[in-house]
């Protein structure tokens, strides 16, 4: 006990009297553990802005098309009629539809296109578990109808401000087939969020989404099943597939969300991307560690020579470097963080994403950290072969 805490002090008092000759690499340790919560924060907006729709989804089980790939890649249809038979299977309570189009609006300002997503439901139906929507969706029975994401990006934001002053705002609907481009009015807000492909969302009701776009409504795009008290989901999803017999996908909730951010971690460009950025952060604090270690064990080598002469173990040099590593992680971590969360509500501020570092994902990085400094450590004791007594004073 008192060996180990003999290392501990002189590894501090070594850090410490190197402190200024290690400063520019301690600040690329910082940078990097820095860079890493910062990826991690903006993986974290893709995979909350992601997955906020599905989340609110009112269901416990969810049908999608054979072919469906994610939410927000205007999903392949399925026939209205699967829907409808396995509402007919004991055990489900209430079936429910969500169309879900992507499209183009043009803004009132710029007379530019808007991406948005185009969303319609069935006004006297549970469809999202959203408060805002829950009480204004009976208002969207009254053609033309429509409500928008309160945090939709900037380019809506006069549209959001008019809706908030004056209860009414016309958005003219991009519609190739249409003569006349269709005109929604808005006539509330809800929240929900914009993501990394969509600019704004807009609800309205089923009828008004067939007459903006002309979408045929037995071509369901979300089908959402809730299940009376006790049915157990597993179970339930497999004899609702074997009625169905493929037509549809029948996912529990929980199956269903975790394909979502699957989906956007695997196989998308911009979830790999934050995943390779986060490893390229963890090399190269692990060659920022290792430059301040290879320089303490360097400039005390003589030192440590002299403490194998006096019987101490290579283990406790070992031990001096693993605790100098950890120390270097420890001191670096805050004012990364302080960084790093500053950097990232400055983006969630401009982007309106959910962009964040939240408590796992800091405590994850810390273990990050000290997992770079054990792998440092570990390289650096390679040079403490150096501090054979023979070798220096023979």
């Known amino acids: 006990m008192a060996l180990a805490r003999f290392a501990v002090l002189l590894a501090l008092r070594q850090l410490r009297h190197r402190a200024l000759a290690s400063l520019a690499a301690l600040a690329g340790v910082a940078v990097a553990v820095m860079l890493m919560l910062v990826q991690v924060g903006f993986r974290n907006g893709l995979y909350d802005s992601a997955l906020a729709l599905p989340r609110a989804l009112a269901a416990d089980l969810v049908l999608v098309s054979p072919g469906y790939r994610a939410l927000t890649f205007s999903p392949p249809w399925f026939p209205r009629a699967a829907l409808r038979d396995a509402a007919g299977v004991p055990g489900v309570a209430e079936a429910a539809i969500l169309y879900a189009y992507s499209g183009q609006i043009r803004s009132p300002e710029t007379g530019g296109n808007l991406s948005a997503w185009l969303l319609g439901i069935d006004p006297a139906a549970r469809v999202l578990d959203l408060p805002a929507v829950v009480a204004a969706q009976r208002a969207l029975s009254v053609p033309d109808t429509a409500l928008i994401d309160r945090l939709s990006r900037q380019e809506f934001g006069a549209v959001i401000a008019q809706v908030a002053q004056d209860g009414l705002a016309r958005l003219p609907v991009y519609a190739p087939a ?78 269903y969300l975790a394909e979502e951010r699957h989906f956007y971690a695997s196989r998308t460009p911009i979830g790999v991307i934050f995943n390779v950025g986060l490893l390229v952060g963890i090399a190269v604090g692990i060659v920022f560690i290792l430059q301040v270690l290879n320089g303490l064990v360097d400039a005390n080598l003589p030192e440590y020579a002299v403490l194998l002469a006096q019987g101490y173990p290579p283990a406790f040099l070992a031990a001096v470097v693993a605790q100098a590593a950890i120390a270097i992680a420890l001191v670096t971590w805050l004012p990364a963080l302080a960084l790093a969360l500053a950097v990232t509500g400055v983006a969630a501020e401009v982007t309106r994403l959910p962009i964040g570092v939240h408590g796992a994902d800091m405590a994850m990085v810390l273990g990050l950290s000290l997992a770079m400094a054990a792998v440092a450590a570990g390289l650096a004791t390679l040079r403490l072969r150096r501090a054979d007594p023979l070798e220096l004073f023979g």
């Open 178 to 255: 249409a003569d006349l481009a269709p005109v929604l009015s808005v006539r509330g807000l809800f929240t929900l969020g914009p993501s990394f492909t969509i600019d704004g969302t807009l609800l309205m009701s089923d009828l008004t989404l067939h007459a903006t776009l002309g979408v045929p409504l037995d071509r369901v795009s979300i089908g959402l099943l809730r299940l009376e008290p006790g049915a157990g989901a597993q179970a339930m999803a497999a004899a609702i597939a074997a009625r169905i017999e493929g037509r549809a996908r029948v996912l529990t909730r929980a199956d």
